[in-house]
């Protein structure tokens, strides 16, 4: 009887190939950890070294690197302009709320 193969995201993937690639862990100790073979995840890593070569890799204490750095910017960026939105409605229910208090005293 034939064994499925089983899909894995792509984010299931870069997060296991971060592991190895910017924190300096073992393909094995990983690949046991999040539960796939360790030539799946030599494969997936010699992928994204292909790709994206070693100097995306975290040089100590300079923060993100590698792909995930724009998709970081993005994300944070947009956080930055719903943070903006988001206070400038308080303020304006704020007003809101001193205007119709007033209306009671």
């Known amino acids: 009887m034939a064994k499925?193969?089983?899909h894995f995201t792509q984010e299931f993937?870069?997060?296991?190939?971060?592991?190895?690639?910017?924190?300096?862990r073992r393909v094995d100790e990983v690949a046991n950890q999040v539960g796939?073979?360790?030539g799946t995840l030599?494969?997936?890593?010699?992928?994204?070294?292909e790709q994206?070569?070693?100097?995306?890799v975290?040089?100590?204490?300079?923060?993100p690197a590698g792909p995930a750095a724009a998709d970081l910017a993005a994300r944070v960026a947009e956080l930055e302009k719903e943070n903006r939105r988001l206070r400038e409605r308080e303020q304006i229910l704020?007003?809101?709320a001193a205007f119709f208090a007033q209306d009671h005293l």
């Open 52 to 56: 994206y070569g070693d100097e995306r």
């Open 94 to 96: 704020k007003k809101a």
């Open 13 to 24: 993937k870069d997060s296991a190939v971060r592991e190895v690639v910017e924190r300096s």
């Open 4 to 6: 499925g193969y089983r």
């Open 36 to 38: 796939i073979y360790e």
């Open 42 to 49: 030599r494969r997936w890593v010699r992928a994204w070294r």
């Open 58 to 63: 975290e040089a100590a204490g300079d923060g």
